[in-house]
């Protein structure tokens, strides 16, 4: 499989993770996204939208790195990603989908860069506007975790899956930012013990073969 | 099945197409996003971050409104919503979430609130910036249905699904802010399909107890 990635993707990100996760050999290909490398005629041809990522399953091109991960785990599904009872699937799922919903899209780079450039807003304004969404959604997701009978020493239970790989990434971008953590004392410890995994250690941005 | 909506919530538009498309009786509860009532304590104890939809199944309480419809279609799998292949129900499930994290999140009610309020932008610039990201988003959408061969009567296949039930609320609302549609023919030609069957009338805003 060939993952079109750029290091700081929280998007490629979560998909890395999974691909670890699940001891899958993968190749990257790096697009840059701050050098506008996903606009190219090249990159286009693999991803209309220019978006990353997109993973290459053998000429089968995926997008939206939610989706990614759930055809993974459908096509392999060992180690599993989501629980096996429905509520425990929803429940896996809506905490994905209140980072990769609800937090990263308000917050990525073409937002950001289009308040600041057509909506002329400052570099202040634009750091209040990150701070914001990041310290309001991940309040949302502490709610969805803290005292719940299902969480566990990660999001649901004591296995990694799909709720994990979103918030390490979502994390690791509040981090960049310099956001307020405070409040979110499930969420940080559940990063902890996330990135104490090979699996995560080997997914994260500093250690990309693109990383800066 | 008890669901929280608001008439013109995108995401709660999707659970109600969802909920008609599978046939099961549903009861709205009308929570008023813009008297505020999402943030009153009730809701609240349904769900923290008050956002709608919630889904009160026989007091199991579900979010996120994807996640909502999977739940949905995993416990009452006729007629699926989602392909039985892998590849197809990623296809559906990116189609999805173009709509659901790409171009709703960036423009709902407290996004826009929160440009006009806290960021100062005028009523002109919210405009732009909403219609911004519709033209790219929904651009994005229509160039993974136009010309597919997985494209048919609706957005995969003859029958309804998760993507038709996130596109057809996406252009309600980009109609209802005059955005221009005339690049994505295919989009409309199969909303317009969509809005020919019952399912998806009955979910729509104008019809609902609450509607204004």
Not at 46 to 70: C, F, M, R, W
């Amino acid at each position: 499989m060939k993952l079109y990635t750029y290091f700081r993707s929280s998007a490629a990100y979560r998909v890395r993770i999974a691909l670890n996760l699940k001891g899958l050999p993968w190749e990257a290909v790096a697009v840059h996204l701050a050098r506008g490398e996903q606009r190219a005629p090249g990159y286009r041809s693999i991803h209309p939208a220019g978006l990353v990522p997109t993973l290459d399953d053998n000429g089968l091109l995926l997008t939206q790195s939610l989706a990614i991960v759930e055809y993974l785990d459908e096509t392999h599904p060992q180690p599993p990603l989501l629980p096996a009872d429905p509520a425990g699937r929803a429940r896996v799922r809506a905490i994905a989908q209140s980072i990769a919903c609800e937090i990263h899209p308000i917050n990525n780079l073409r937002v950001l860069n289009y308040l600041t450039g057509e909506m002329g807003l400052t570099e202040t304004q634009k750091l209040t506007w990150y701070r914001h969404w990041v310290d309001t959604g991940l309040a949302a997701v502490e709610a969805q975790l803290a005292g719940h009978p299902a969480t566990g020493r990660f999001c649901h239970g004591d296995t990694p899956g799909l709720a994990d790989a979103c918030l390490v990434p979502q994390i690791y971008n509040a981090q960049r930012f310099d956001c307020q953590l405070d409040h979110v004392p499930t969420v940080m410890r559940i990063v902890e013990a996330c990135e104490a995994l090979p699996a995560f250690q080997a997914a994260a941005p500093g250690v990309q073969a693109d990383a800066e």
